[in-house]
T-cell receptor, first 114, second 111 residues
């Protein structure tokens, strides 16, 4: 069975600073990996996904993530944080191309300091 | 507009009183799922459906039922709710090999 570990339940960054959210996965098969963002009182929105093509994946709002098989990681980064990036972020893994069965990490809450 | 609609958005109920949370999608998606979100645990899948009349258990199905009689609807049924089912619930849908779309969530409190 696949699973996801997000390191750090809370991350605080200054506006303009690098955002780095860590995600490690375990999977018995080549995984499909996702990052979702949840703004307060809203549902989840897909930021980006890795589906075995390019290992560096670019998403919306300036986010990107790099798949590293040797480290079983899929860390999310954004070079310069904006106040609007304050949200909860979830890493998720699925076994294949169908998104319908996802296993989520516990989530990382990002706060951005002015 | 493509959307997944859940109702009710907020509900307080009492232990043992049957309730149904409805979910409807207007994108003709094959796949639909229910998740619950709890602090520190992320989202956990309750049930999923790959098409009409095809449903299967997710990771935490105990205490829940679902049905998929029509492609657009996927209601979540709590026959006898208990306080440990107090949670934030999300319905989701996706086409085959496509991106998941989530509803806005339903806050359920069982007292």
């Amino acid at each position: 069975a696949q699973s996801v570990t997000q390191l750090g339940s809370h991350v605080s960054v200054s506006e303009g600073a690098l955002v780095l959210l860590r995600c490690n996965y375990s999977s018995s098969v080549p995984p499909y990996l996702f990052w979702y963002v949840q703004y307060p009182n809203q549902g989840l929105q897909l930021l980006l996904k890795y589906t075995s093509a390019a290992t560096l994946v670019k998403g919306i709002n300036g986010f990107e993530a790099e798949f590293k098989k040797s480290e079983t990681s899929f860390h999310l980064t954004k070079p310069s944080a904006h106040m609007s990036d304050a949200a909860e972020y979830f890493c998720a893994v699925s076994k294949g191309s169908n998104d319908y069965k996802l296993s989520f990490g516990a989530g990382t809450t990002v706060t951005v300091r002015a | 507009e493509a959307q997944v609609t859940q109702n009710p958005r907020y509900l307080i109920t009492v232990t043992g009183k049957k309730l149904t949370v409805t979910c409807s999608q207007n994108m003709n998606h094959e796949y639909m799922s229910w998740y619950r979100q709890d602090p520190g645990l992320g989202l956990r899948q309750i049930y999923y459906s790959m098409n009409v009349e095809v449903t299967d258990k997710g990771d935490v199905p105990e205490g829940y039922k679902v049905s998929r009689k029509e492609k657009r609807n996927f209601p979540l049924i709590l026959e006898s709710p208990s306080p440990n089912q107090t949670s934030l619930y999300f319905c989701a849908s996706s086409p085959a090999r496509g991106t998941i779309y989530f509803g806005e969530g339903s806050w359920l409190t069982v007292v």
